[in-house]
């Protein structure tokens, strides 16, 4: 390590030579240096909007599909049945869909635009300090040797949770919280990554998710009632011939899209307000983790015992902050003038600003020289060991998330073994992909000892190669950030 | 030639100064960064934020037990209250609701208020406790809730080697 502290050095003072007889169009350069906003350099795979203020994932194709159903459906319904049902039966009809309709859209674009979590990467001191625990727990290791994995065991209200090493950001995740693939974040009290609201679902817009699907399925029950009490009636007063084509096709689109609907965001939503109620994420309920299946004494210990707290504390507890700070300005690595008088030089200001501009070279290099030392240490042996126990964060397995939508009506799984076997054929061939990402050892860390874990741990095996597929993806942008680093190393 | 410093510590010291100590002026000019003590999250009571009280070994000669132990359970004490889930989280949760959380636009959330009332806090304990002694504490929302970050400084007059922990950790956050 401290190799690559003294080779910086030595370019600094080779730059300093330079720069000191080129002319100084680096100095204007240095001194207009832009302050980024730290969204700008946020190193998960997220877009930003508004200046940072709006967060969501990479993918966001289906939620606008979202948007599209939801808007045409709900205009449709406002123009073409409204009028009727308002005349002939009460004006409430519309006011109360509209207040539903609002109600829905706010909550879809709070869930869509909100952090849901995001666990900021370790700060390089942090993740030294951590890796020297690490080996001082774990003894040195020769160069053959596999480490053990990183694992932390807490006991937490009884019950023996472990906490998992994070490789890409560094930590030992807090309990519940659980690195998403498709995001490149650890999120606190993960629960899904969902596409059909193009964010993750975590601690912080579980309550906006679960309001959104709960609001969504009245209101698609109320659209849905109300179109056939509008056919009705209508075929009642003028037989069915009379209806023109226009309004057929749409309530025949209201109709279709409604009855679909139906079936998976009210399935949907009773299984949400089953895992609240439960105080379980989609994520632990998947995996079994507090099932009696897995031993006796095996119990949830983060729920507050009666469902009514449990709900409460989901949806009427405190909103914790943003712990990305978004919005806020990345501090400059810009050294202190003062201390930096090098006495001899014919421009002292010149050589001050190019000293400056070599240290902050320095500074980034030497960073990136560093992530480069020790990304291939971390990263290599996921790839040489495959399936084996220390895999990347980037695993992804486990069913997919019961919002794939109509397609894939799923209820809560009383067999989280065999139902995830089932479903991770279909997802791997969907195109939509809806991923539990958490990283999953899978074999000798975790004994699934109750047989139905036993087919997903065997389909497990089938799916090493997508998973494996994450690993050079994660690896390619290290390994970019990697030569990035080396190619300025070279420039300076 | 150009006296261009460089031993690691007075390198270490300069991403750091500018860090939210703005009033701690002398410490950032007459003392370099020797290291830097993290304490780690306590998870025995679940997820709610809380640290952990150990005391650690680093700072034995710097500080006293009971005032850091002070430190961090009024620390934890603030953070419980900010998570506290009782009836006026549940008046504002269910007036967010209602409103479509766009209160929020308007008022503050109690999880904020407290945390303004951490950084105050930590300031003056900073001021105060922590300075004199030639340690600084970073706001732990700085460190995403993950740790408390003791920055521990040395008097530049003394040996310059640093304990050897921190690399030239040059990012400065």
């Known amino acids: ?117 995001v666990l900021p990467r370790a700060t390089p001191e942090e993740a030294a300090d951590i890796e020297r625990q690490i080996d001082a727990t774990n003894g040195p290791s020769g160069p053959g040797y596999r480490p053990p994995p990183r694992t932390r065991e807490v006991l937490i209200n009884g019950q023996t949770v472990k906490l998992k090493y994070c490789f890409t950001c560094k930590i030992f995740r807090p309990p519940r919280a659980s690195h998403c693939s498709l995001c490149d974040n650890c999120v606190e009290r993960f629960d899904h990554h969902c596409p059909w609201v193009g964010n ?46 226009f309004l ?83 501090q400059p690595d810009t050294p202190q003038p003062a201390a930096q008088t090098n006495g001899t030089g014919a421009c002292p200001s010149n050589q001050v600003q190019s000293h400056m501009c070599a240290q902050d070279q320095c500074i980034q290099s030497t960073k990136f020289v560093l992530q480069a030392a020790t990304n291939p240490l971390l990263h290599s042996q996921p790839v040489i060991l495959g399936g084996g126990a220390a895999l990347q964060a980037k695993t992804s397995l486990g069913g997919p998330c019961s919002t794939l939508g109509p397609s894939q009506p799923s209820l809560p799984s009383s067999i989280p073994g065999l139902s995830c076997g089932g479903e991770l054929m279909a997802v791997r061939d969907s195109e939509i992909h809806c991923h539990h990402h958490h990283q999953h050892f899978i074999s000798p860390e975790e004994t699934p000892s109750p047989p139905a874990a036993l087919p997903c741990a065997t389909h497990l095996g089938h799916h090493v190669h997508p998973a494996q597929l994450f690993d050079p993806a994660s690896q390619d942008s290290l390994h970019e950030d990697s030569v990035r680093g080396l190619v300025k190393l070279s420039s300076v | 030639m150009s006296s261009a410093p460089r031993t690691a510590t007075e390198r270490t010291k300069l991403p750091y100064c500018h860090e939210s100590f703005h009033n701690l002026q002398e410490l950032r000019h007459s003392a370099s960064l020797a290291n830097k003590v993290f304490i780690q999250r306590d998870y025995t009571d679940g997820t709610v934020c809380k640290f952990q009280t150990k005391f650690p070994s680093e700072l034995d000669s710097r500080i006293e ?20 889930i009782g009836g006026q989280s549940y008046i504002e949760g269910c007036l967010a609701c209602l409103t479509v959380y766009l209160v929020f636009l308007c008022i503050e959330t109690r999880y904020d208020k407290v945390l303004k009332k951490i950084s105050r806090y930590i300031q003056e304990q900073n001021e105060k406790v922590y300075a004199p002694r030639g340690l600084l504490i970073t706001d732990p929302i700085e460190r995403g809730m993950r740790v408390i970050e003791i920055s521990v400084y040395e008097d530049r007059g003394s040996s310059g080697s640093s304990s050897g922990s921190s690399t030239t950790s040059s990012s400065g956050r």
Not at chain 1, 10 to 32: A, F, V
Not at chain 1, 73 to 80: D, H, K, P, V
Not at chain 1, 218 to 245: D, E, Q, W
Request: charged share 15%.
């Open chain 1, 248 to 330: 057929d096709g749409c309530t025949v689109l209201e109709v279709v899209v409604c009855f679909f609907s139906i079936w998976s965001i009210v399935g949907l939503s009773g299984f949400h307000t089953y895992l609240m109620s439960s105080n379980q994420t989609t994520n632990e309920d998947i995996k079994g983790s507090w099932s009696s299946k897995r031993g006796k004494g095996n119990y949830n210990p983060y729920s507050y015992g009666n469902f009514i707290t449990n709900c409460c504390a989901a949806l009427c507890g405190p909103l914790p902050p943003s712990l990305i700070d978004r919005r806020g300005f990345v």
């Open chain 1, 1 to 117: 390590m401290h190799l690559g502290v003294e080779e910086p050095i030595r370019e600094c003072q080779y730059n300093q030579i330079c720069t000191h007889n080129s002319s100084p169009m680096d100095t204007p350069h240095t001194k207009k240096k832009k302050i980024k906003r730290k969204w700008q350099v946020f190193p998960g795979r997220n877009k930003f909007y508004c200046n940072g203020r709006l967060m969501m994932a990479k993918q966001t194709g289906v939620f606008y599909l979202t948007m599209v159903l939801i808007l045409v459906t709900s205009g449709l319904f406002f123009a073409f049945d409204c009028p009727f049902l308002a005349s002939n039966l009460t004006p409430a009809i519309p006011a109360i869909g509209g207040v539903l309709f609002v109600f829905v859209m706010g909550m879809l674009l709070r869930a869509s635009f909100s952090d849901p979590g």
């Open chain 1, 200 to 245: 993750c679902v975590g601690r912080r817009n579980y309550r906006f998710f679960y309001l959104f699907i709960l609001s969504l399925s009245f209101l698609t029950i109320f659209i849905f009632a109300f179109v056939i009490t509008h056919v009705i009636l209508r075929s009642n007063r003028t037989g069915f011939l009379s209806i023109s084509v």
């Open chain 2, 65 to 84: 037990r009971t005032l850091f132990e002070d430190t961090v359970k009024m620390l934890n004490n603030y953070y419980a209250e900010a998570e506290k």
